[in-house]
Structure formats: structure tokens, C-alpha cells
């Protein structure tokens, strides 16, 4: 199994920076693609981005892509998001999700396997 706890969110105003991070534990957590999401309120959880478990592919939603950059160290158990360049429309809980079963880039939130708890991420305008 794998834990996830992410941190990082706040209110920041659009044009600015954001760094999230999702502290993991758990044996397979090395082994896991890790994913970020994020929810709106009202709306479906979506898709931000994904990193291989190496580290040394990435994917992003074409809403983000530019603009956040998502990272891992299985060394520290910790995966990141970056966000730079934050809009008003990126305002969300963003969470951290592991897929321990698959090598490949899942998009819908049914395909991962572990979640976090969240993390409030509100840009103003």
C-alpha cells in the first residue's frame, strides 16, 4: 500500500507560484506512476499531470501544460507540483494519487489506486 499526504496549497494571486508536495510511504511507492489531480467545487475531479515512476517521463493536461511541472525523488519519497503562471481557473483541492499497477499514463481518477487527502489551492484575481 501506499500513504499520500500532500501540502503546499494556499491563496496566491493569478500570475503567481505555487509549489505542492505529496509526501509518500509504502513499499511500492517506487514502483507507483504518481498522478495529481484536482477538483473544483461543483465539478469532477481532473486530471493535472503524472510522472513515471523513474521520474523520467512526464504528462500534462493541456489546461497546464507550460505552465506546471511535476517531479519526484523516490530517494525522498516526494512528488511535486510546480505551478507558475496561476489562474484564477486553476483554483481547486489538488490531490496526489498513486498507480501502482500499470506503466503506462492513466487519466481518470478510477485508475489510480491510493489518493491523498488534498490540498486548497485558491488563485485570485
Known amino acids: 500500500q501506499v500513504q499520500l499526504v500532500e501540502s503546499g496549497g494556499g491563496l496566491v494571486q493569478a500570475g503567481g507560484s505555487l509549489r505542492l508536495s505529496c509526501a509518500a510511504s509504502?513499499?511500492?511507492?517506487?514502483?507507483?506512476?504518481m498522478g495529481w489531480f484536482r477538483q473544483a467545487p461543483g465539478k469532477e475531479r481532473k486530471f493535472v499531470a503524472a510522472?513515471?515512476?523513474?521520474?523520467?517521463?512526464?504528462y500534462y493536461a493541456d489546461s497546464v501544460k507550460g505552465r506546471f511541472t511535476i517531479s519526484r525523488d523516490n530517494a525522498e519519497n516526494t512528488v511535486w507540483l510546480q505551478m507558475n503562471s496561476l489562474e484564477p481557473d486553476d483554483t481547486a483541492v489538488y490531490y496526489c494519487?498513486?498507480?501502482?499497477?500499470?506503466?503506462?499514463?492513466?487519466?481518470?481518477?478510477?485508475?489510480?489506486?491510493?489518493w491523498g487527502q488534498g490540498t486548497q489551492v485558491t488563485v485570485s484575481s
Open positions: 494519487a498513486a498507480d501502482e499497477r500499470t506503466l503506462g499514463f492513466k487519466t481518470t481518477p478510477g485508475e489510480y489506486d491510493y
Open positions: 509504502g513499499r511500492t511507492f517506487s514502483r507507483s506512476t
Open positions: 510522472v513515471s515512476w523513474s521520474g523520467g517521463r512526464t
